[in-house]
């Protein structure tokens, strides 16, 4: 692991973590705080917080080892919106739908996550982009 992965990865634990608090914790707090069926009560919560920092550990290092694996001499900004919009489209949006599917959530409620989580995923892209601006390499057969 080179110090601009670990680096990228801390720096993307740290943002993505605030993300989700500003994104849940806040912007979609008073939607969840009308779903009393289909989320812990705040106090079970924070019983399992560190499974929540342990997926955020897992999800940034992901994220950042992906991106450095498929870096390429492009401009940096347009290829971490590229990136994040496309997993976005990976991982956001379709789980997203899935659960709809699955919880008797309000698809208003869906759509701002959809909308929340890939604006964050955007700027996690750029982020990471922005970190490996200057080890962008043009990609290799094999």
């Known amino acids: 692991m080179s110090k601009k992965f670990i ?16 994104v849940h914790g ?16 705040e106090g079970e919560e924070q019983k399992y917080l560190p499974l929540m920092i342990l997926a955020h550990v897992i999800l940034s290092g992901a994220l950042a080892w992906i991106y450095a694996r ?4 492009k401009p ?8 994040g919009v496309a997993v976005a ?5 379709p789980n997203y739908m899935i659960y709809f599917v699955v919880q008797p959530m309000p698809g208003d409620v869906v759509i701002k996550q959809i909308l929340c989580e ?10 990471v ?6 080890a962008a390499t043009p990609l290799r057969a094999g």
Request: proline residues 0%; charged residues 10%.
């Open 7 to 22: 680096i990228a990865w801390i720096v993307l634990f740290v943002v993505w973590l605030l993300g989700d608090f500003v």
């Open 26 to 41: 806040v912007l979609l707090r008073s939607d969840y705080m009308q779903l009393t069926n289909l989320f812990r009560t």
């Open 70 to 73: 498929g870096a390429e001499a």
């Open 76 to 83: 940096w900004m347009a290829q971490g919106v590229r990136f």
């Open 89 to 93: 489209l990976l991982a956001v949006v």
């Open 118 to 127: 890939g604006v964050l995923m955007v700027i996690l892209g750029t982020i």
């Open 129 to 134: 982009a922005w970190l490996y601006r200057d």
